[in-house]
Every structure is written in C-alpha cells, then in structure tokens.
C-alpha cells in the first residue's frame, strides 16, 4: 500500500492495522508500531483513533508506560481521550499484572466524568478473577450495579462464574448463576460449560447431567469439550452406561467425537475390566477416522494389566512402534506395574532397562512400582540399589516408597535398616499418625513390644497425637504378647482421651480368661478391669462371653443399652482394620 500513488488515506491504513492486531493466535503487534513510524514519516499524521491502536499494540507487548506516553501525545495534538483508550490502558496494566494501577485509573477516569463500558468492566473482571480475587469481583459487581453506569452481562457473569468454580465455590457460583437468570439474563454456553466443569471436578455427576439437560432444555448446543466433560466424570464414577448414552446423544446432535471422547470412554471401560466393549470402542474410533495416540493404548494396556492379561498388554507395547506411536512414561509404568503384580519380576526389570535406554526418565510411580516387586520377592539388596539410584537420578521419594521399602527390609529381618529409614521419613516432616501406625504394627507382628511401645512415646514427643488406630494396635499386640498389665494401661489411657477398645481387643481379653497358660495375678487384672467396665464398650456377644467367664450374675444388657457413642466409634474407625495399615 505504501507504493501506492496518491497514497491510500490514515483511515485505510488503520482499518489494516486494526485487522493485524486481530489476528489470531499471535498478532503481529510489532509490525503495526513499525509501520505506523513509517507512515509519519510518509507525512501521513495519526488522529485519535489511530493513536489509540498504537497504545493498545505497546500495553498488550507489556510495555505500559509507552501506551501512556501515547495518551501524552493524543493530549498534545488537542485531541480529547476517550473511554477506548483509557479501557486500552487499563487492559495493560492488568496484562502485566499491575491491578492496584489499573483500579486507580478507573476510579479517577469516573471522576473526570467517563462512563466505564462492558469493555472497561470486562477488563476489570479478568484481571480481578484471574488474581483469584473472587470477593472483589462480586463487589465489583454490585459497584457496578449500583452506580448504573452499564448492566452487567452475560459474558460478565460467566467469567465470575468460571473463577468461583475454579476455587470450587460452586454454591456462590449457582447463587450468581440464579441471579442472573432473575434479571433476564439468558446464560450461555459458556455458563453451562463452567457450572458443568464445576460440579464434575467436586464429583456432583448427577447435578452435572441435570445442569447439562437444562442446557439442552434451553436449546443451547453444548460444546464437544463440555460432553467430555461429562464422559469423563461418568467414566470416572463407574457409570461407563451412562457416559455411553451421552456419546450416543452427540453424536444425533451433529457432534463429532475427538480423541479425548472415546480416550474418556475407553478408560471407563478399561477401569471396569470390560476389555471386549474396549476393543469394539477402538475399532469404532478408527472406523469414524479417529486414530488411537498413545493415551488410547496405555489406557488398553492398563485395562489388560488389571484383567491379569499381560500378554495382551505387550502385545499393544510391541504393536505401538508399528503404527508410529512411541511408548511414553505412563505406558511404560503401567506394565512394569503389571509385570510385577503378576510375580514376572525379570521381565519387568528388562523392560525398566528398556524404557531407560529409549530415553525416558523413570518416574516415582515406576521406582515404586518396581521396588514393591523387589521387595516382595525378597530382592532386598537390588531394591536398595535401586533406590539409591532414583535418588541420584533427582527422584524424591514419597511416603509409599517409604513404606515399600520399611516392609521390605522388616520381611527381610533388616530391622535397624527400616529404622534408619523410618527416621530419615521422620526427620523430613513426612510423617503422619498413619505412617506411625505402620511402623507400630510391624513391631507389633515382630513380637517386638518394647521397641513399638517406645516408638508411641517418641510419637507424641515428635507432635504426632496417637488415635484410636494406634492404640487398638499396640494392645493388640501385647494381648498376643500376653503382656495384660501394659494392655490394660495402654486401655486406661486411650479411654481417658475418648477412645474405644475395639471388639477384636475386647474378644482377646476374654480369651485371655480362659487361657490356661496366662497367670493368676493376670487374669484377675482383667476380671477387675471386666467389673469396673461392666457394660461399657461391650457388644452383646462379648457381654455374654464375659458373663459367661466371669460366672458372675450380671444384668442382661441389649444391644440397644450399649453407648451409641461406642458403637459410633466402633463402626466409624474403619482406618483400624490391620488389613488396612
């Protein structure tokens, strides 16, 4: 155009230059301050309009102070700013992230008599929301209302909408989402889409398909990306027949499925074990010229891992290469996971040194997954190995390698090694009441009754409170060590902190009555301790057993006397099963 004799006017330049900085996914920004050099050069003298492209070019590039120096000079020429620049200025201060700025601006542009645009408010709402600045944004909303300047819109309400349900404030997300349909404010697509997003990250699957029927209710075509959404979320909760409706239905809709709709869908199989209606899943993608990437395969091969086909599952590993796919860290894992399961430790540590020499770098869930293998096959000197070499690889352990390799070495007899590395857990921080509870049980199981003991006052020593998991499994195991009178210090004390003997610790004790091998002194520790708690923390069936040891007439106690308390924490401590330490 420059070429062009008699040159094209300002207003044809600037139509191309507000087209470039239009262009998606990146304008050339740059180009338009160049060119617009040049044409002043070219004699060609900016006006307002101009002048503010020029702004919105230098504040989207960061470069804020010389969008304002462009307001300097529309000032200069004796022209008057209006709301599409200071908007423009605003807009750049939230691009780089200097909101405090951008809120002074809108303030003393109200002052100065401009009327703020949706534009203007938009801006204000992004940079609020992206900040996470969620209450600030509804003030702002209720400013914005009461000064009447302009009604808050659709687009508006979606983004406060969308950044509540990021923070997963979904009950002020529906409470605006109300509030704007009672102003007549029809949501849209991307209303639905976000509510929907929402309630499938907190697992309200039901709400999700209710909110997704209004959608549909209200003639609005939700987005691919919405349904699989959905799929997904159902997929995840079980409902693989429900997620397949939803499929169905798109696809009457007009909808085209991508590769995230049938990964989504074959994974809910794959998780159920339906590895047939997997594989029809998979023929069908093809079929409709979607072809499977390596998510698709990893899910396949997972799904055989877990039906205990191994052998299916390498036959997809070997079959990837041969339809340009590379096995990447998931897929790798996954098989060694599954190796390792099915007891075929050597090939999973071959296919451990392949997955190294194809250049991918082993995760934590690798490392866990093969040292679980190593150490059940009593490879304890090769885990140990191998552990050191994650850690030189930069791989930080987390607590269920910890408790891979404490179990490992406890089973190999190498207990001063798991106590060394239980420390090490310890003097990280990475110690919980759980973590604890195993190590008690392991010395519980090891007849080592001193050393779990000690380990319950270190427990509290390092701020870690003891719960009821903990102290049911230290009396258990002294009532297998037939060591009563600490049994039943360690009852007395947890009673005082308002825990519950168990009914398996309570069935020991009567047992113990009964034993022949267990002294006098003893017995009568626990005949006393049975009259002190005549009633208390007992099921019926114990009850009877007591009554029927101690030869004693006691009043019948129904079920319906014992403390609801107790059986509240008899039933709500399902963390104290030892199958679950």
Known sequence: MKSIRPL????DFYILFTAMTKMKPNPPLSTVISLSRQLQLLGLHPDDYSLTILANCYCRLGNVDLGFSILASIIKLGYQPNIVTFTTLINGFIHTDQFNQAVRLLDKIVKLGYQPTLVTYGSMFR??????????????????????????????????????CKDQLLPLALHLFKEMKSKRISPNVVTYSTLIRG??????????????????????????????????????????????????????????PNIVTYSALLDGYCLRGEMDEAEKLMDLMIKHGCEPNVVTYSSLINGYCKSKKIDRALGLLKKMPLVGLSPNVVTYSTLIDGLCKDNQ?????????DMKSH????VIVTYNSLLDGLCKNAWIDEAMQLFKEMKNNGVHPNIILY????????????????????????GKGRHNVRSYNRMIKRFCKKGLLTDA????????????????????????????????????????????????????????????????????????????????RLSDNLEEITYDQVRKVLKTDMPTVGYESISHTTRCSSSSHIGCNPLLL
């Open 199 to 256: 309630m499938c990250t907190l697992g309200q699957w039901k709400e999700a398909r209710d909110m997704y029927n209004e959608m549909l209710g209200n003639n609005i075509q939700p987005t691919i990306k919405t349904c699989n959404m959905l799929i997904d979320r159902y997929c995840k909760e079980g409902r693989v027949g429900e997620a397949r409706a939803i499929y169905e239905s798109i696809t009457k809709r007009g909808l085209l």
């Open 359 to 362: 250049g991918l770098k082993p």
């Open 453 to 532: 003991d000690e380990l319950l006052k270190k427990m509290e020593d390092n701020g870690c409170s003891p719960d009821n998991c903990t102290f049911n499994t230290i009396i258990r195991g002294f009532l297998y060590g037939k060591n009563v009178k600490r049994a039943l210090e360690l009852i007395s004390i947890m009673r005082s902190r308002g825990f519950a003997v168990d009914n398996h610790n309570t069935s020991s004790l009567v047992v113990l009555l009964a034993d022949p091998t267990v002294g006098d002194s003893d017995k009568e520790l626990v005949r006393k301790f049975f009259e002190n």
């Open 127 to 164: 940079g609020l929301c992206r900040l996470g600045d969620n209450y600030g944004a509804l003030n702002l909303l209720r400013n914005m209302e009461s000064h009447r300047h302009c009604t808050p819109n659709v687009v508006i309400y979606s983004t406060i909408i969308d950044s509540l």
């Open 403 to 426: 408790n891979i390799l404490i179990d490992g070495l406890f089973e190999a007899g190498q207990l001063g090694e798991a106590v060394d590395i239980f420390s090490v857990l310890i």
């Open 345 to 353: 430790l050597e090939f999973a540590r071959q296919l451990f040194k």
């Open 8 to 11: 094209p006017s300002i207003v």
